[in-house]
């Protein structure tokens, strides 16, 4: 079992609609969640992370995090085709170490 | 601030052959991180180097491995090339230490033929 699944997707969505991704994660050791956007021909940038359970607002985004279920979520509202890209999850050890999971390639149509 | 630097950005490799990638991390960062992406694996993580020391390393084969520099740099060598060593990778910099975001570069691709 990896340690990170995600479903790669692609997920395509009209402008202005909200986009759902989610990643679950096998190791409790994980302590810190990140989401990561990626762009094609481009490294991975981070969005926005999150320690524990629970919901975090970044602007248009938020992170969700359920430890009981080890589930991970993000979302975006108000979708912009600016927002087609890979979004990755990554869970976080402690020791400073990523495991991102295959990344969700999302098309916002204008 | 400039970002973390990557070279070369493209590298064409003959089976067997050896190649060294280069990362130049944020200035003041003093972990580098090198990932493997392939469409069909994703990101992998293959070592971190923090002050010159390998703190952390993933399951890539013996044929992978780094060193970093007193200044930060860090170098990736790949020996004896295969098919499945075609990638992007890609070196991420932090400061190592506490709640850490990492920095990606552009990456490498590296094709073998």
């Known amino acids: 079992q990896k340690e990170v699944e995600q479903d790669p997707g692609p997920l395509s969505v009209p402008e202005g609609a909200i986009v759902s991704l989610n990643c679950t994660y096998s190791?409790?050791?994980?302590?810190?969640f990140m989401w990561y956007r990626q762009y094609s021909r481009k490294g991975p940038e981070l969005l926005m992370y999150?320690?524990?359970?629970g919901n975090k607002e970044d602007g248009r985004f938020t992170a969700q995090v359920d430890k009981s279920s080890k589930y991970i979520s993000l979302f975006i509202r108000d979708s912009q085709p600016s927002d087609s890209a890979t979004y990755l999850c990554?869970?976080?050890?402690?020791?400073?170490?990523?495991?991102f999971g295959k990344g969700n390639q999302v098309v916002v149509i204008p | 601030k400039a970002g973390v630097t990557q070279t070369p950005r493209y590298l064409i490799k003959t089976r067997g052959q050896q190649v060294t990638l280069s990362c130049s991390p944020i200035?003041?960062?003093?972990?580098v991180s090198w990932y493997q992406q392939t469409p069909g694996q994703g990101l992998q993580f293959l070592f971190e180097?923090?002050?010159?020391?390998?703190?952390n390393k993933g399951n890539f084969p013996g044929r992978f491995s780094g060193r970093q520099f007193s200044n930060s740099r860090s170098e990736m060598n790949v020996s004896t090339l295969e098919l499945g060593d075609s990638a992007l990778y890609l070196c991420?910099?932090?400061?190592?230490?506490?709640?850490?975001?990492?920095?990606f570069g552009q990456g490498t691709r590296l094709t073998v033929v």
């Open positions: 991420a910099s932090s400061h190592g230490t506490g709640v850490s975001e990492a920095f």
């Open positions: 190791n409790s050791a994980f302590q810190y």
């Open positions: 999150t320690y524990s359970s």
């Open positions: 990554a869970p976080v050890r402690g020791n400073n170490r990523l495991a």
């Open positions: 200035s003041g960062h003093r972990s």
């Open positions: 180097y923090f002050s010159e020391t390998q703190r």
